[in-house]
């Protein structure tokens, strides 16, 4: 009773994760109860003290179980314990099979993996007037900004989430964890509250990688060119939603891997179960659909007489193909050139593990070789990122930058960037990095999206700033621009213009100048047959 709405989630549609188990616990290491005070008191407590009893009921563990005729419901709201069904069609793969010289098939099983990052979950949050401040580890600040304002019943703009030094987070810090319950403690008793996971806390209570079942079917022509794939991966997403519906829709956009194939038939199902939350981990369930692809690549080539990596360069896809959604990749495909350096490589290591197995029957060496694919960003859904470079008059530089740092290095890409486009030197710019108060979203730290996204936007930003600094100084599109204290300067054929920043008024909080920069990296949804961009 003490959290004003029970319940969150990734997606707008699905709050189905409490922030505390409301009368039924649906995986070990779920938050039943928060207790508060110093850590001596709050540790000095044993479990068999609080006044909780615990009735056992019989679990759902595992994909076969899940989805077993009569299986109990993990959520009484979902049938068959199925979250979602997502499908890619493209041709008739069915009927292509019965033309195909060769035919692989075979199934794979993966486990659940857990992220390690170095830094548990950690946070600590203050109430501040009618607003609620949280500092916490985490990969996506506006999300978690949102998540809590539903959390707490209150306005977006009474959260202010402040990114903290990110220890790693793999996908991992995507979802909420310490958030909801220092924000609901601190709010409650109007002092600063902090968590920090114990080791097992953090094991027992994150998402994971999602463990699948994968059945696939890869048939080739007698010159070796893919003629059609099938794949059904099912997949465990624990107890709650999480990221289980983003793996179920991006494995079979990606089950065909980075290969032109005429034919795609490709099922993602997404189970729940009694497990902890299946969430993101490093390519949504890509890495997983990929050991099956490269499986039937392999054993394809090897029917065939053909050398693996030949296999691969053969069916790789190249600029003007259409993958299995129907984008047409108008632009470059980088793996075929990737092949072709490392095919004196692959040459290489064959002839030297032959070399070594010839003089050894103990102990054999092999060569292997793997290719995949991934989209980065959100899989056909708007992908926004909004980016502010600001100049004060003082002559202070900032890039606001509501990316998160999470160990990749976007700080310092972004910046460079930034300082490219703006033509000024990195040393010159202060970074604010993802306080929802003073920077603009700039969307989640993952599937490798921003540098790609973000770095655009900062680009934009930089280049509007550079137009409004030269349009000031009555200088011309190619001067050079210098910043000294609050002058800033540019030099060009006519000559060297200045200006004393002091003299303009604050526009945007200390700022006087500011320039923006928004992207949305153009996508088509994807249709029923999962046709889309």
């Not at 001067?479 to 204290?485: I, V």
């Not at 200390?510 to 923006?516: A, H, N, S």
């Amino acid at each position: 009773r003490d959290v004003p709405s029970n319940g969150f989630g990734i997606y707008p549609h699905i709050k189905d994760q409490p922030v505390l188990a409301d009368g039924v616990a649906r995986f070990r290491g779920e938050a039943v109860l928060a207790l508060i005070g110093t850590r001596d008191a709050v540790e000095s407590v044993n479990d068999a003290e609080l006044p909780i009893r615990y009735t056992a009921l019989p679990p759902v563990m595992g994909l076969a179980a899940a989805a077993a005729p009569g299986a109990p419901l993990v959520q009484a709201d979902k049938p068959g314990n199925l979250l979602l069904d997502g499908w890619v069609r493209k041709g008739d793969a069915a009927a292509a099979f019965a033309r195909c010289a060769a035919i692989a098939e075979a199934e794979f099983e993966t486990g659940f993996v857990e992220h390690a990052y170095i830094e548990p979950e950690a946070g600590w949050a203050q109430r501040v007037g009618d607003r609620l401040e949280i500092h916490v580890s985490t990969q996506t600040p506006y999300m978690d900004r949102d998540e809590i304002a539903l959390v707490m019943k209150l306005e977006r703009e009474q959260i202010r989430i402040l990114p903290t030094a990110c220890g790693g987070g793999f996908g991992g810090k995507l979802d909420l964890s310490v958030q909801p319950l220092v924000g609901v403690a601190a709010w409650l008793l109007d002092k600063p509250v902090a968590c920090v996971y114990t080791r097992p806390e953090s094991m027992a209570s994150s998402t994971k990688r999602h463990p699948s079942h994968i059945h696939i079917k890869a048939g080739c022509a007698a010159d070796g060119k893919l003629v059609a794939i099938e794949t059904q991966a099912d997949f465990d997403t624990g107890a709650y939603a999480s990221w289980g519906p983003t793996v179920a829709t991006r494995v079979p956009i990606h089950a065909s891997g980075p290969y032109f194939v005429p034919h795609v038939t490709a099922r993602g199902r997404a189970y729940f179960t009694h497990c902890h939350p299946s969430g993101a981990f490093r390519g949504f369930g890509v890495p997983q659909g990929a050991i099956a692809h490269e499986a039937m690549m392999d054993e394809l080539a090897d029917k065939l007489g053909m050398d693996r990596l030949a296999f691969r360069r053969l069916n790789a896809l190249k600029a003007g193909n259409a993958t299995a959604t129907g984008q047409v990749l108008a632009h470059s495909v980088g793996i075929g050139q990737c092949l072709d350096a490392l095919k004196p490589h692959w040459d290489e290591a064959l002839a030297a593990c032959a070399a070594y197995n010839q003089t050894s029957s103990a102990k054999r060496r092999g060569a292997g070789i793997a290719c995949m694919f991934y989209g980065i960003g959100n899989t056909a859904l708007s992908n926004p990122s909004t980016m502010r470079i600001g100049l004060s008059n003082k002559g202070t530089l900032t890039l606001y930058n509501g990316a998160v740092d999470i160990g990749q290095g976007s700080n310092t890409i972004l910046t460079q960037i930034a300082a490219d486009a703006l033509g000024l030197p990195m040393k010159q710019f202060r970074i604010v990095m993802g306080d929802t108060d003073v920077t603009a979203d700039a969307g989640k730290t993952s599937a490798s999206r921003q540098t790609f996204v973000s770095g655009k936007a900062v680009e934009l930003a930089g280049r509007d700033l550079r137009a409004k600094l030269l349009a000031l100084l009555e200088a011309s599109a190619n001067a050079a621009l210098s910043l000294e204290g609050n002058l800033i300067k540019a030099r060009d054929a006519q000559g060297e213009h200045q200006y004393d920043l002091a003299w303009l008024p604050a526009r945007h909080g200390t700022d006087v100048l500011q320039g923006v920069g928004t992207i949305d990296p153009p996508t088509t949804p994807q249709d029923n047959d999962g046709q889309g961009a």
